[in-house]
């Protein structure tokens, strides 16, 4: 398990029952999900549209389960500091 500390991307606080925050860099195709039951884990090689479904979608768990877990590659990832911001 990754726990360096990484550069995470500006995270949008969540109104979710499964994720407190998320952010996201389609360029990278990166999401981070925060976790409200532990742990912040960078999700890679998700493409562009999945990232606009995920931050559009009603029900985010719902969504991240049915599109986004065990699809793609991820790793846990630490914090240095707090980077939470509403958007």
């Avoid at 726990?3 to 994720?19: A, D, E, G, I, R």
């Avoid at 999401?31 to 549209?49: C, M, T």
């Avoid at 995920?54 to 049915?66: C, H, L, P, R």
Wanted: proline content about 6%; overall charge positive.
């Amino acid at each position: 398990m990754n726990m360096t500390p990484v550069p995470v991307y500006k995270q949008t606080l969540s109104s979710s029952s499964v994720f407190s925050s998320y952010g996201s860099s389609g360029k990278s195709r990166i999401l981070d999900l925060n976790f409200i039951k532990g742990g912040l884990y960078r999700y890679r090689e998700v493409p562009v549209s999945v990232i606009e479904e995920f931050e559009a979608a009603v029900s985010k768990g719902q969504y991240f389960n049915i599109n986004i877990r065990g699809a793609y590659n991820f790793e846990s990832i630490s914090l240095p500091y707090p980077c939470l911001s509403k958007r």
